[in-house]
């Protein structure tokens, strides 16, 4: 079991950037397939980016394809999400996820994940 807390949700302006990072608590972070998903209000939670153990698959819902890049640092338990671009449509709590599963073909179903972070608020205005 890992322990993950996000940060770096803010209030901002349409077209903007902004980074999130996910930290994770325990030990063999290296070894989880790493997701963020996002739930507006009213609304289901939805998957966004996963990234594989070493970092070299990724996943990206085609919402958020070429604006976010979902990126980690292993040696710092580490997983970051880079939103550029941003949209008022992006307006979520952004929920980072852990999972000890090897290839990212599952990596869209929150269900796979069974550890989860609390969330951090992001709201676009325009």
């Known amino acids: 079991q890992v322990q993950l807390v996000e940060s770096g949700g803010g209030l901002l302006q349409a077209g903007v950037s902004l980074r999130l990072a996910c930290t994770a608590s325990?030990?063999?972070?290296?070894?989880?397939?790493m997701g963020w998903f996002r739930q507006a209000p009213g609304k289901k939670r939805e998957f966004v980016a996963a990234?594989?153990?070493?970092?070299?698959?990724?996943d990206y819902a085609d919402s958020v394809k070429g604006r976010f890049t979902i990126s980690r640092d292993n040696a710092k338990n580490t997983v970051y999400l880079q939103m550029n671009s941003l949209k008022t449509e992006d307006t979520a709590v952004y929920y980072c996820?852990?999972?000890?599963?090897?290839?990212?073909?599952?990596?869209?179903?929150?269900?796979?994940?069974?550890?989860w972070g609390q969330g951090t608020q992001v709201t676009v205005y325009s």
């Open positions: 325990g030990r063999a972070f290296g070894t989880y397939t």
């Open positions: 996820a852990a999972a000890q599963f090897g290839s990212l073909a599952r990596s869209r179903v929150a269900g796979s994940y069974d550890n």
């Open positions: 990234i594989s153990w070493v970092g070299d698959t990724r």
